[in-house]
């Protein structure tokens, strides 16, 4: 049973930083992806950043240059580092992993970790 484990949410004014992250437990298969997405009141789900075990990255257009998605392999762990944050920042961020298993891709998420950024 695969778990993910965030931390790192919380309160900060705008233009500060938050470093989030994300462990995961359980059978992953090497090959996979990992990463965060966000949902704000009232909005979907959108990606934030994902990043594959081989290094690439993927971002949302309103986080590219502010946000940096990192992980450690070793550990199955991913980071996101936020800078320069922004009011419409403010959502619940969750982990997420797409691991192969048995030849098919199964989705992971995290139970979500609180980020309010005040204005």
């Known amino acids: 049973q695969v778990q993910l484990v965030e931390s790192g949410g919380g309160l900060v004014q705008a233009g500060g930083s938050l470093r989030l992250s994300c462990a995961a437990t359980?059978?992953?298969?090497?090959?996979?992806?990992m990463g965060w997405y966000r949902q704000a009141p009232g909005k979907q789900r959108e990606l934030v950043a994902t990043?594959?075990?081989?290094?690439?990255?993927n971002y949302a257009d309103s986080v590219k240059g502010r946000f940096t998605v990192s992980r450690d392999n070793a550990k199955d762990t991913v980071y996101v580092q936020m800078n320069s944050l922004k009011p419409e920042d403010t959502a619940v961020y969750f982990c997420?992993?797409?691991?192969?298993?048995?030849?098919?891709?199964?989705?992971?998420w995290g139970q979500g970790t609180q980020v309010t950024v005040s204005s």
């Open positions: 990043m594959s075990s081989g290094g690439s990255t």
């Open positions: 997420y992993l797409k691991t192969l298993a048995n030849f098919r891709w199964l989705d992971y």
């Open positions: 359980g059978s992953i298969s090497t090959i996979n992806a």
